[in-house]
């Protein structure tokens, strides 16, 4: 066994020696249907005598193949990012069909996915997913990072776990993305929260970029960088903690608001949050400040 397969057994062996001791007040249980499991619940869900979930490891290969969750499958989310970015995105129906039917997956499969910790990437599949029509779509609170230490060895594997079967799946049309020309429309209107989820060099353009190259951000826009989301362990904060930060940005149920980043993945981040945290009826500009910056028709602060 690798040494980090070894560091993950050896991990899991201590949280059960904790539970056996009396550690843990009571045993993990399968999570309630949501945006986030918690890691504790992670293997009880795959061992569900029902609606077993498809697994999607998204970190690098290099840290999947010594040890990753049983039956899990690597997803490059390099390449889904490079593919909801160019040509027609996430509008491509049948790209993401293909992609998604590829993974054994459709409109009903219960999915779990992690990354490294960031999530972030997790995050990105997440939103890939749901917008395409994937009802049950649950991303790892803090990742492998907080996952590896509490699962049994015996869920967790190495080397390659198998192809999943393909399925019949057709994407669904996206129904929360807003494009550049309507933000420009809600910007220059400022009746809508736009929350900028970089960091705040980012969002103020204290950052070193090539010569000729814009920075800034939207005109109205607030900035509410996406780890100000995440506690001390690398976990979504509360959903009544997260509903306190989003509100502090003019963003509630009743206030729907539009988030972006750089290139998608941590405004689909703010996304997941917020959904967490209730707020279901938030857009994205998933093309984000990538898209915008690189238009000199559209103005930045």
């Known amino acids: 066994m690798s040494r980090s397969s070894l ?3 050896a991990a899991a062996a201590g949280f059960l020696v904790n539970l056996l001791l009396g550690g843990c007040s009571s045993a993990p249980t399968v999570a309630q249907r949501s945006v986030i499991i918690e890691p504790e619940a992670v293997g009880a869900a795959l061992e569900a005598a029902h609606s077993k979930p498809i697994v999607l490891d998204t970190r690098n290969l290099e840290d999947y193949g010594p040890a990753h969750v049983v039956g899990a499958q690597r997803l490059d989310t390099r390449d889904w990012s ?23 997956i459709d409109e009903e499969t219960p999915v779990i996915i992690y990354d490294d910790g960031g999530m972030t990437s997790a995050a990105r599949a997440w939103f890939i997913l749901r917008e395409c029509g994937v009802k049950d779509v649950r991303v790892v609170n803090g990742g492998w990072s907080n996952l590896c230490p509490v699962l049994e060895p015996r869920l967790v594997q190495a080397g390659n776990p198998g192809e999943f079967a393909p399925t019949r799946f057709a994407a669904a049309t996206p129904n929360r993305l807003v494009t550049k020309d309507q933000l420009k429309a809600l910007s220059s209107a400022g009746t ?31 900035n509410l960088p996406h780890k100000e989301m995440l506690d001390d362990r690398g976990r979504l904060r509360t959903p009544e903690e997260l509903r ?3 509100a502090a940005n003019g963003a509630t149920q009743a206030q729907p608001s539009v988030l972006l980043c750089q290139s998608g993945g941590r405004a689909a981040f703010a996304a997941l949050a917020a959904e967490y945290a209730g707020l279901d009826n938030t857009s994205v500009y998933y093309m984000s400040m990538g898209e915008w910056l690189g238009d000199a028709s559209c103005p930045v602060e």
Do not use: M, Y
């Open 244 to 246: 306190t930060l989003f």
């Open 192 to 222: 809508q929260p736009i929350l900028d989820v970089r960091t705040e060099d980012e969002f103020t353009g204290n950052v070193k970029v090539e010569a000729g190259r814009r920075v800034g951000h939207v005109p109205t826009a607030t």
């Open 82 to 104: 490079a593919a909801s970015r160019r040509g027609e995105g996430l509008n491509d129906s049948e790209g993401w069909s293909i992609r998604i039917s590829a993974l054994g």
């Open 7 to 9: 560091l993950c057994a």
